[in-house]
């Protein structure tokens, strides 16, 4: 599965952390990768980046081996995670050296999950290339909304699945979703972005400051049980693993209380 | 007047927007060869007269699907 958005800062790495500790949380096994060399940040999410000692790069020049680049998480150990470099530059990238790396994590993982650049060049292209489902992480904005739509456009062109003939399953995660605003007009619903974008919805998580604290920390806001966030995440993460789990309304306000709606009426 | 009761409906205006934008975009991107295409087609009116620039649209209209190709001269 890739991860992808067009737009940078949409909480793609954000969402592969979780989704990825999610799945792992539910007993499953699973890899994450980081594709976006030399902007390196899943190691930072996941709380790993004391632990890297080989990247994406080393295993693509073949000095060293799957294994010994892999780092299990301390989290979870369902949950290894295999970084980007940080200083080689993207077009170190092959497609056969690719295609390769995935083959030997199809044998050790139930899942796999490939975290793209931003933007829809080269790094990104070749993050989606071999993938069998994508997930498409989107802001309740325009720009986020429209760069997404060129990815997915790029997805339906380039990748080794469509050109088989076949098609590469797509997920929308619309992520930072403020309730409020929706309510007052503000903010474009989910159900306005499904209109536009058509792909099928996975998962909806509000906007949460806890997300800043858990990245400071390392710790993926899957782990917060308070977070309304990590909360949706746990229902993305269960339904990628197969279970049926309803959609829960993050779009009208939480019971906050008499005060928080009528602060509401006056602001 | 009172402007807690004026209604902001500002996503609606973001929805109708973005509908026709990537209405737009996807017609235009959907032919890859768009690029080369431009360049092959001043190369061959170049021979004749200078051109400044091309510009290729796909529309649909109709049912009948149509490119337009606009070529600007050099003055």
Not at chain 1, 103 to 130: Q, V
Not at chain 2, 24 to 42: C, G, H, Q, V, Y
Request: proline share 3%.
């Amino acid at each position: 599965m890739a991860v992808i958005s067009g737009k940078g800062g949409v909480g793609k790495t954000t969402t592969t952390a979780n989704v990825g500790l999610g799945i792992a949380m539910n007993g499953k096994s699973c890899v994450v990768v980081d594709f976006d060399i030399g902007q390196r940040n899943l190691d930072m999410l996941l709380g790993l980046e004391n632990r890297v000692v080989y990247d994406l790069v080393h295993v693509m020049d073949e000095n060293i081996s799957t294994k010994q680049a892999l780092i299990k998480s301390k989290m979870n150990p369902n949950l290894s995670f295999l970084a980007a470099s940080q200083t080689k530059d993207k077009s170190v990238l092959d497609s056969e050296k690719i295609k390769k790396l995935i083959e030997t994590l199809k044998n050790d993982f139930d899942y796999i999950i490939l975290d793209a650049p931003a933007g829809i060049e080269s790094g990104y292209e070749h993050t989606i290339e071999f993938a069998d489902k994508a997930i498409i992480v989107v802001n309740p904005e325009v720009s986020s909304i429209r760069d997404s739509d060129r990815a997915i456009g790029i997805l339906d062109a380039k990748s080794q699945k469509v050109k088989d003939g076949q098609e590469v399953e797509k997920y929308l995660i619309i992520n930072r979703i403020n309730p409020e605003m929706v309510q007052s007009g503000e903010m474009l619903s989910s159900s306005d972005i499904l209109d536009i974008l058509n792909i099928p919805l996975i998962g909806k998580i509000p906007e949460d400051k806890a997300i800043i604290d858990a990245s400071n920390q390392g710790k993926p806001i899957i782990l917060n049980e308070d977070s309304e966030a990590g909360k949706a995440y746990k229902r993305v993460a269960a339904r990628f693993c197969g279970e049926r789990v309803d959609f829960v309304d993050v779009e009208s306000p939480q019971s906050g209380g008499i005060f928080k709606k009528i602060k509401g009426i006056f602001s | 007047m009172f402007p807690w009761f004026k209604k902001k409906n500002s996503a609606k205006t973001a929805k109708d927007r973005l509908t026709i934008a990537i209405m737009s975009d996807r017609t235009n991107n959907s032919l890859p060869f768009m690029e080369e295409l431009k360049a092959e087609i001043i190369e061959v009116v170049k021979k004749y007269i200078d051109v400044k620039k091309v510009d290729i649209q796909r529309d649909t209209q109709d049912g009948i699907e149509a490119l337009s190709i606009d070529i600007e001269l050099e003055k």
